[in-house]
């Protein structure tokens, strides 16, 4: 068999996974990363969902599979131009490097919603408002009570940042940060077990295995707060702490309260790069901005362009069970267009 | 005695048009409440009512406001209006020369029929010129209009108003008036080799051609007819919009104001719009695809034809834009407004839980809901009220109630009015002097519906002051600014210069092609209940598109609402005024300990 070669566009874990899929079928990969390291988001994670597994624990597990003979990564190399020619891609990078691939896989992933774009939850105004992944940087060290200038008596928790909001431009729902507020939440009980915790929710949305369960034990066991309702803004009070505004709308009151930190819960949009990948390779972009499959049931891993496949949060924010299980779907795909 | 059958089309149509409007007309007058009719009483016979009969010569004959929007529009309507009135003015005074004494009403109208030979009285000539030149002046226009209903882009419009079959019909007539009066001139001068520069060339070439003394008659029957058609249609037709725009302007003159329970003025306002259209190309909802056609002319059409009108109510920025350029000045948003009301319930002691506190100081500082989702701006006017020493209450920093004005927006005028009052006894009992707002949404109805015995100002303003006074004082930075006027700032309040000048002290403010009464709307309007968001957004990128002009390097407004929707699709960063003059502050030592505020950084 003479060997192809695929150029998987992005070193996240779909991108990691689907390229040591590929090289154990005998395939050569290039993995292109536009940062200095692969791992994607996961480097930027403490412990993941639902069973709290350390995220360097996959990490290891990704880089452990790349390292083949058969894959070369390049990292610090983004794509930027692209030229097609009997069913072959020239893909241009960085400093002129060039190389053809038979076929091309993108695995752009997901970026992080810029929290400030809702400045009425302050964050970058009031050093009290946090993101969910300033917080995970925060369950890095060991005493997490003493990374902050004040004590931490309450904390609250906002969900759907940056998704399910008209006003940013943002339908849909991010999926994951409803169980990832439970998980954090919980965290921070266990670390300092005198905090009280509210989480500000709009539906809660438990669709993985194990996740409900999550749920419960973060209401039976920690006590933590679940209200249904929006935080509609953030102010700081006279003696440094913050103010939230919400309404309950389980009791249909509006609520007011006092808390010394908030968190948000930033939803994914698509990366900024999607943008000129599209245009490269003629690919079809969905009203949620995030790349559209040919068929959402039986060729969801495939684009409208033949030889370019698609796999991971660059279609729909998603966790890493379903990305790892696409990256595979999406060897299986390309091994056989291109051994027919 | 001059008389034939065929006046009687012209003169019962005129006399029922008459009829109809002395009825429409004195119910009007009857319909309207006791202050206004004291106030007509007391200045029918004042300066005003001069001022109103010259706005009718400049406005309603010579359309002076259109022609500055649109020269080629002003020109067809001048000619048609202004055109029309001269004929019936010489021809009268003609005729009464003449007759050298009283005549029949219809006797001027077809005065060549009863005296085809002109040869016999004073300046007989000179009037045959004349009125020839005027019916020229008048084919003209017709001819104008006639080329605009086919092609709106010959008069400098880029949409024209679709019309009613009644509208068509009576159009027709009108359209025919001035043609057939050319050819009933021309076949009797033709005849009787008389007539001016016109009527009479015209009639010597159809002598020429063909025997004209049997299309004689005809011809003024056809002529008569038309009249008695455009006449006795013109009630039910646009055309309304010619009598009813006088009322207006007189109304208008004496002081008589929009209001939601009279439905006189209402109605006065709605029949003086003479659909022509330009408030269509100046509404920014035109550029969007899938919304329902709500411009002010097709929302009055439906007000006028009884027909549903929520939809067309609720949808509208209520922006200004429209009202800033309508040629007969109708208050399109206060009515539109008004309409708003019919269609929303109004909650009684909606606000019990809202409880009043109140505190003493000289300048309170009423941040408003949306700049509460702004916080940087209320932390920069927080820091500026600091540094000028200000003896201020910040009224709604931790609990505080709405100023009412989104729900008058919404047309809840009753549920808005409870709001003010709340504020207002809290406002009053603070023994304040100034109230100072970084809203103008809150600003317009602090201004214009709480009556407040105090200074009520913009935070531009306040802003300006401090620094013209020096109070406070700034760094000049290089940095090369656009200033979006909000809409209910500018258009809504009149307020323009102060927020340049303030923003002039700090940076260096640069012009785009539409700012000012001209300027556009952010699209993140609270009166517009039915857009999706996703046109908001894309009249937003349309907006930052204009502003964006001249490439400055920051945008610049004085709403929280405007910076939060431009803010969200701009590549250009958007600041309020507030966080522009609190980032080049000089800060002295002051009084009061300052707290650090983190304040984001601009470029």
Same mark, same amino acid.
């Given at each position: 068999?003479?060997?192809?070669?695929?150029?998987?566009?992005?070193?996240?874990?779909?991108?990691?996974?689907?390229?040591?899929?590929?090289?154990?079928?005998?395939?050569?990969?290039?993995?292109?990363?536009?940062?200095?390291?692969?791992?994607?988001?996961?480097?930027?994670?403490?412990?993941?969902?639902?069973?709290?597994?350390?995220?360097?624990?996959?990490?290891?597990?990704?880089?452990?599979?790349?390292?083949?003979?058969?894959?070369?990564?390049?990292?610090?190399?983004?794509?930027?131009?692209?030229?097609?020619?009997?069913?072959?891609?020239?893909?241009?990078?960085?400093?002129?490097? /060039?190389?053809?691939?038979?076929?091309?896989?993108?695995?752009?992933?997901?970026?992080?919603?810029?929290?400030?774009?809702?400045?009425?939850?302050?964050?970058?105004?009031?050093?009290?408002?946090?993101?969910?992944?300033?917080?995970?940087?925060?369950?890095?060290?060991?005493?997490?009570?003493?990374?902050?200038?004040?004590?931490?008596?309450?904390?609250?928790?906002?969900?759907?940042?940056?998704?399910?909001?008209?006003?940013?431009?943002?339908?849909?729902?991010?999926?994951?940060?409803? /169980?990832?507020? /439970?998980?954090?939440?919980?965290?921070?009980?266990?670390?300092?077990?005198?905090?009280?915790?509210?989480?500000?929710?709009?539906?809660?949305?438990?669709?993985?295995?194990?996740?409900?369960?999550?749920?419960?034990?973060?209401?039976?066991?920690?006590?933590?707060?679940?209200?249904?309702?929006?935080?509609?803004?953030?102010?700081?009070?006279?003696?440094?702490?913050?103010?939230?505004?919400?309404?309950?709308?389980?009791?249909?009151?509006?609520?007011?309260?006092?808390?010394?930190?908030?968190?948000?819960?930033?939803?994914?949009?698509?990366?900024?790069?999607?943008?000129?990948?599209?245009?490269?390779?003629?690919?079809?972009?969905?009203?949620?901005?995030?790349?559209?499959?040919?068929?959402?049931?039986?060729?969801?891993?495939?684009?409208?362009?033949?030889?370019?496949?698609?796999?991971?949060?660059?279609?729909?924010?998603?966790?890493?069970?379903?990305?790892?299980?696409?990256?595979?779907?999406?060897?299986?795909?390309?091994?056989?267009?291109?051994?027919? | 005695?001059?008389?034939?059958?065929?006046?009687?089309?012209?003169?019962?149509?005129?006399?029922?048009?008459?009829?109809?409007?002395?009825?429409?007309?004195?119910?009007?007058?009857?319909?309207?409440?006791?202050?206004?009719?004291?106030?007509?009483?007391?200045?029918?016979?004042?300066?005003?009512?001069?001022?109103?009969?010259?706005?009718?010569?400049?406005?309603?004959?010579?359309?002076?406001?259109?022609? &500055?929007?649109?020269?080629?529009?002003?020109?067809?309507?001048?000619?048609?209006?202004?055109?029309?009135?001269?004929?019936?003015?010489? #021809?009268?005074?003609?005729?009464?020369?003449?007759?050298?004494?009283?005549?029949?009403?219809?006797?001027?109208?077809?005065?060549?029929?009863?005296?085809?030979?002109? @040869?016999?009285?004073?300046?007989?000539?000179?009037?045959?010129?004349?009125?020839?030149?005027?019916? !020229?002046?008048?084919?003209?226009?017709?001819?104008?209009?006639?080329?605009?209903?086919?092609?709106?882009?010959?008069?400098?419009?880029?949409?024209?108003?679709?019309?009613?079959?009644?509208?068509?019909?009576?159009?027709?007539? !009108?359209?025919?008036?001035?043609?057939?009066?050319?050819?009933?001139?021309?076949?009797?001068?033709?005849?009787?080799?008389?007539?001016?520069?016109?009527?009479?060339?015209?009639?010597?070439?159809?002598?020429?051609?063909?025997?004209?003394?049997?299309?004689?008659?005809?011809?003024?029957?056809?002529?008569?007819?038309?009249?008695?058609?455009?006449?006795?249609?013109?009630?039910?037709?646009?055309?309304?919009?010619?009598?009813?725009?006088?009322?207006?302007?007189?109304?208008?003159?004496?002081?008589?104001?929009?209001?939601?329970?009279?439905?006189?003025?209402?109605?006065?306002?709605?029949?003086?719009?003479?659909?022509?259209?330009?408030?269509?190309?100046?509404?920014?909802?035109?550029?969007?695809?899938?919304?329902?056609?709500?411009?002010?002319?097709?929302?009055?059409?439906?007000?006028?034809?009884?027909?549903?009108?929520?939809?067309?109510?609720?949808?509208?920025?209520? %922006?200004?834009?429209?009202?800033?350029?309508?040629?007969?000045?109708?208050?399109?948003?206060?009515?539109?407004?008004?309409?708003?009301?019919?269609?929303?319930?109004?909650?009684?002691?909606?606000?019990?839980?809202?409880?009043?506190?109140?505190?003493?100081?000289?300048?309170?500082?009423?941040?408003?809901?949306?700049? @509460?989702?702004?916080?940087?701006?209320?932390?920069?006017?927080?820091?500026?009220?600091?540094?000028? #020493?200000?003896?201020?209450?910040?009224?709604?920093?931790?609990?505080?109630?709405?100023?009412?004005?989104?729900?008058?927006?919404?047309?809840?005028?009753?549920?808005?009015?409870? !709001?003010?009052?709340?504020?207002?006894?809290?406002?009053?009992?603070?023994?304040?002097?100034?109230?100072?707002?970084?809203?103008?949404? %809150?600003? &317009?109805?602090?201004?214009?519906?709480?009556?407040?015995?105090?200074?009520?100002?913009?935070?531009?303003?306040?802003?300006?002051?401090?620094?013209?006074?020096?109070?406070?004082?700034?760094?000049?930075?290089?940095?090369?600014?656009?200033?979006?006027?909000?809409?209910?700032?500018?258009?809504?309040?009149?307020?323009?210069?102060?927020?340049?000048?303030?923003?002039?002290?700090?940076?260096?403010?640069?012009?785009?092609?539409?700012?000012?009464?001209?300027? !556009? %709307?952010?699209?993140?309007?609270?009166?517009?209940?039915?857009?999706?968001?996703?046109? &908001?957004?894309?009249?937003?990128?349309?907006?930052?598109?204009?502003?964006?002009?001249?490439?400055?390097?920051?945008?610049?407004?004085?709403?929280?609402? %405007? &910076?939060?929707?431009? #803010?969200?699709?701009?590549?250009?960063?958007?600041?309020?005024?507030?966080?522009?003059?609190?980032?080049?502050?000089?800060?002295?030592?002051?009084?009061?300990?300052?707290?650090?505020?983190?304040?984001?950084?601009?470029?």
């Amino acid at each position: 068999m003479q060997t192809k070669t695929i150029a998987i566009i992005g070193a996240g874990p779909a991108g990691m996974e689907a390229s040591a899929s590929l090289a154990k079928l005998g395939h050569q990969v290039v993995l292109i990363e536009k940062k200095a390291s692969t791992g994607g988001h996961l480097n930027n994670w403490h412990h993941l969902f639902p069973d709290r597994r350390p995220a360097k624990e996959l990490l290891q597990k990704l880089k452990q599979e790349v390292n083949h003979s058969n894959i070369e990564v390049m990292v610090n190399t983004a794509v930027h131009e692209v030229k097609q020619n009997d069913y072959r891609y020239e893909l241009v990078l960085s400093e002129k490097n /060039v190389i053809n691939a038979n076929a091309v896989l993108i695995t752009t992933g997901f970026e992080l919603f810029d929290a400030a774009k809702k400045e009425e939850y302050g964050y970058g105004i009031y050093n009290q408002v946090i993101t969910n992944s300033d917080l995970e940087q925060l369950f890095q060290a060991d005493n997490l009570a003493a990374q902050f200038k004040k004590p931490v008596k309450r904390v609250a928790f906002v969900h759907c940042v940056g998704s399910r909001d008209a006003k940013v431009n943002n339908h849909y729902c991010s999926k994951v940060c409803c /169980v990832t507020a /439970v998980k954090q939440s919980i965290e921070f009980k266990e670390r300092m077990p005198e905090t009280e915790v509210f989480c500000f929710y709009m539906d809660m949305r438990m669709f993985g295995p194990y996740y409900e369960e999550l749920y419960r034990e973060a209401q039976e066991k920690w006590g933590i707060v679940f209200i249904r309702g929006k935080i509609s803004e953030a102010s700081q009070t006279r003696d440094g702490s913050l103010q939230i505004k919400a309404e309950d709308t389980l009791a249909s009151k509006p609520l007011r309260m006092n808390t010394d930190l908030l968190v948000l819960m930033a939803g994914m949009v698509p990366a900024e790069g999607n943008e000129h990948i599209s245009r490269q390779f003629k690919l079809a972009i969905g009203d949620n901005r995030f790349f559209k499959s040919k068929d959402n049931h039986f060729d969801n891993q495939l684009s409208d362009t033949p030889g370019v496949f698609l796999a991971g949060a660059c279609l729909a924010p998603m966790n890493i069970t379903d990305t790892i299980s696409q990256a595979r779907a999406a060897a299986l795909r390309i091994h056989e267009y291109l051994t027919n | 005695m001059y008389y034939d059958p065929f006046v009687l089309p012209f003169t019962l149509g005129l006399l029922l048009l008459l009829g109809y409007l002395l009825v429409k007309y004195g119910t009007w007058f009857w319909q309207l409440d006791a202050q206004d009719k004291k106030k007509i009483r007391y200045r029918l016979l004042t300066r005003r009512t001069l001022i109103a009969l010259r706005e009718i010569v400049a406005e309603g004959l010579i359309h002076r406001k259109i022609f &500055k929007v649109n020269p080629r529009l002003g020109y067809m309507h001048m000619s048609l209006a202004f055109g029309w009135f001269l004929l019936i003015v010489v #021809g009268a005074i003609e005729a009464h020369i003449f007759v050298k004494g009283s005549a029949p009403l219809y006797f001027p109208i077809f005065f060549r029929y009863f005296v085809p030979d002109q @040869h016999h009285f004073f300046f007989s000539w000179g009037f045959a010129q004349l009125m020839d030149l005027l019916l !020229l002046f008048v084919l003209s226009g017709l001819f104008m209009a006639f080329a605009k209903r086919f092609n709106a882009k010959t008069v400098g419009l880029k949409k024209t108003t679709k019309l009613k079959v009644v509208d068509k019909f009576v159009l027709t007539a !009108l359209w025919l008036i001035f043609p057939l009066r050319l050819l009933a001139e021309s076949l009797t001068s033709g005849y009787h080799n008389s007539g001016g520069f016109l009527t009479g060339s015209l009639g010597a070439v159809f002598q020429y051609l063909f025997p004209t003394e049997p299309f004689i008659y005809p011809a003024w029957w056809a002529y008569s007819l038309s009249l008695g058609v455009f006449f006795v249609g013109l009630p039910f037709t646009r055309y309304m919009h010619i009598p009813t725009e006088m009322v207006l302007i007189f109304f208008r003159n004496w002081g008589l104001k929009l209001k939601v329970n009279n439905p006189v003025l209402k109605a006065v306002e709605i029949y003086s719009c003479p659909k022509c259209g330009i408030c269509i190309d100046t509404c920014q909802l035109n550029e969007l695809q899938n919304t329902t056609k709500s411009q002010s002319v097709y929302f009055i059409q439906r007000v006028r034809n009884a027909e549903n009108y929520r939809e067309l109510a609720e949808n509208c920025l209520l %922006c200004g834009r429209c009202e800033s350029v309508c040629p007969v000045g109708i208050d399109l948003t206060a009515l539109r407004l008004m309409h708003k009301t019919d269609f929303s319930e109004n909650k009684k002691d909606q606000f019990a839980f809202v409880s009043e506190r109140t505190n003493t100081a000289d300048v309170i500082y009423f941040a408003g809901c949306m700049t @509460h989702l702004t916080p940087t701006i209320k932390n920069s006017m927080e820091q500026i009220f600091k540094q000028a #020493g200000e003896n201020y209450w910040f009224m709604d920093k931790e609990q505080g109630a709405c100023c009412g004005r989104p729900l008058k927006l919404a047309g809840q005028f009753q549920a808005a009015s409870e !709001l003010v009052s709340l504020n207002r006894n809290m406002i009053l009992q603070s023994g304040a002097h100034t109230l100072v707002t970084s809203c103008p949404i %809150c600003y &317009k109805i602090f201004k214009e519906d709480y009556r407040l015995p105090l200074r009520v100002l913009h935070h531009s303003e306040y802003i300006n002051e401090l620094l013209v006074s020096k109070k406070i004082q700034v760094k000049k930075s290089t940095i090369s600014v656009v200033y979006h006027d909000p809409c209910e700032l500018g258009r809504g309040a009149a307020v323009y210069q102060a927020p340049r000048n303030a923003l002039q002290f700090a940076s260096n403010v640069i012009e785009n092609g539409s700012s000012g009464q001209n300027s !556009l %709307c952010c699209g993140g309007s609270l009166a517009n209940q039915s857009l999706s968001e996703n046109n &908001k957004q894309n009249i937003a990128h349309t907006t930052v598109h204009k502003l964006t002009d001249n490439n400055p390097e920051l945008i610049a407004t004085a709403c929280p609402m %405007c &910076k939060k929707t431009l #803010g969200a699709v701009s590549a250009v960063k958007v600041v309020d005024i507030a966080e522009l003059v609190a980032k080049q502050m000089i800060v002295k030592p002051v009084h009061q300990k300052q707290k650090a505020v983190s304040v984001a950084e601009f470029a």
